[in-house]
T-cell receptor, first 113, second 112 residues
């Protein structure tokens, strides 16, 4: 496999469920990102990890909990989400945390019932 | 605060037309500007990156220009094809925040 792979591609969950999104990159990059893409809104940067360390949290509610066990894997743990959290969640990676050369996965389409 | 606007929000054209997508930004203190393509249900793919010192970049049928002083960029697509149908997003990296700020995109449909 090459590039950035996200699973699952689609997820429907209730507000009280707990689920996790997974991202894996096979590009040898050091930085990984979570973005949120809502309808008719610009992409919003959520979290940045560089060499497994979180370097940025853009005031994201605590019901979103990221985890980066190594430079190739990134998770987004979800708990007690709200309907407005329904969106496309995109993972990206880049060689450096400056994000000059972002490679995106195909996203997870999340729907909150 | 940097804001990026893309006009039009949607565009439908017949195959073969030359077309221009517009991007404007409020703060001209930028490192660079990028154009991305997003196919339905897919992630973003970088098309062109223009450094702040450059005026334009070309890749095949695509040409992107940058006028930093007026806060504008255009993406020119020559001889459009149905395969060009996608959403095109513009993003700028500001000096102040060193973050990539995205516009909301232009959804392009090219029909045969």
């Amino acid at each position: 496999e090459t590039g950035v792979t996200q699973t699952p591609r689609h997820l429907v969950m209730g507000m009280t469920n707990k689920k996790s999104l997974k991202c894996e990159q096979h590009l040898g990059h050091n930085a990984m990102y979570w973005y949120k893409q809502s309808a008719k809104k610009p992409l919003e940067l959520m979290f940045v990890y560089n060499f497994k360390e979180q370097t940025e949290n853009n005031s994201v509610p605590s019901r979103f909990s990221p985890e980066c066990p190594n430079s190739s894997h990134l998770f987004l743990h979800l708990h007690t989400l709200q309907p407005e959290d329904s969106a496309l969640y995109l993972c990206a990676s880049s060689q450096e945390a400056t994000g000059w050369d972002l490679h995106f996965g195909d996203g997870t389409r999340l729907s909150i019932l | 605060k940097q804001e990026v606007t893309q006009i039009p929000a949607a565009l439908s054209v017949p195959e073969g037309e030359n077309l221009v997508l517009n991007c404007s930004f409020t703060d001209s203190a930028i490192y660079n500007l990028q154009w991305f393509r997003q196919d339905p249900g897919k992630g973003l793919t970088s098309l062109l990156l223009i450094q702040s010192s450059q005026r334009e970049q070309t890749s095949g049928r695509l040409n992107a220009s940058l006028d930093k002083s007026s806060g504008r960029s255009t993406l020119y697509i020559a001889a459009s094809q149905p395969g060009d149908s996608a959403t095109y997003l513009c993003a700028v990296r500001s000096y102040n925040t060193d973050k990539l700020i995205f516009g909301t995109g232009t959804r392009l449909q090219v029909f045969p």
